[in-house]
């Protein structure tokens, strides 16, 4: 079936460190891949998408790389700050019909310490 | 001006009582989602409507019934509370065929005493 596998958290690390966090996914078809953020208290923003294989999504500093031939799509910053702590949930679209059904991994909780 | 918008922000009641959490969305989207979610972040959707049709409706108890009176809105009336289902519900919108993604509303905390 389809499905999406991220990384357990929490990960935490200091600021101004390198992140990843990695997500892999099983589907049929060619999906849509996203990331998507939720800070403490909010509902979730779409942080970066890529529809393709081959295509790089980046937003905020953030990147991450849609790779078919290892069925991954990881998360990477640079240099992370503080007001990057939040919770990371990656998802793939695939086609239902006429619409879109999305799929969602378990989110993965980030904190970043001063 | 707030794209997708849930009311209320906060719900705290007894068990057996019956509420509703109310969503709006103003962006022209032609679907509408709630989503559950528990204590450890995970997202369950729950229903979904395409212009005011049901087009998911996972398993979800009986005593949880959605109403999309149109396309910007969708409701979620829940009866005979229980302590199981305190959580955080996420109303969200997108259009179908696209993949732009979703917009969630900043969700309703629904705490059962």
């Known amino acids: 079936g389809n499905s999406v596998t991220q990384m357990e958290g929490p990960v935490t690390l200091s600021e101004e460190a390198f992140l990843t966090i990695n997500c892999t996914y099983t589907?049929?078809?060619?999906?849509?891949l996203f990331w998507y953020v939720q800070y403490p208290g909010e509902g979730l923003q779409l942080l970066l998408k890529?529809?393709?294989a081959d295509d790089k999504g980046s937003n905020k500093g953030f990147e991450a790389t849609y790779r078919k031939e290892t069925t991954s799509f990881h998360l990477e910053k640079g240099s992370v700050q503080v007001s990057d702590s939040a919770v990371y949930f990656c998802a793939l679209s695939l086609r239902a019909g006429n619409n879109r059904k999305l799929i969602w991994g378990l989110g993965t909780s980030l904190a970043v310490n001063p | 001006d707030t794209a997708v918008s849930q009311t209320p922000k906060y719900l705290v009641t007894q068990m057996g009582n019956d509420k509703s959490i109310k969503c709006e969305q103003n962006l022209g989207h032609d679907t509408m989602y709630w989503y559950k979610q528990d204590s450890k972040k995970f997202l369950k959707i729950m229903f979904s409507y395409n212009n005011k049709e049901l087009i998911i409706n996972e398993t979800v108890p009986n005593r949880f019934s959605p109403k999309s009176p149109d396309k910007a809105h969708l409701n979620l009336h829940i009866n005979s509370l229980e302590l199981g289902d305190s959580a955080v519900y996420f109303c969200a919108s997108s259009n179908s065929g696209t993949d732009y993604g979703y917009t969630f509303g900043s969700g309703t905390r629904l705490t059962v005493v």
């Open positions: 589907a049929t078809g060619y999906p849509s």
């Open positions: 890529a529809t393709k």
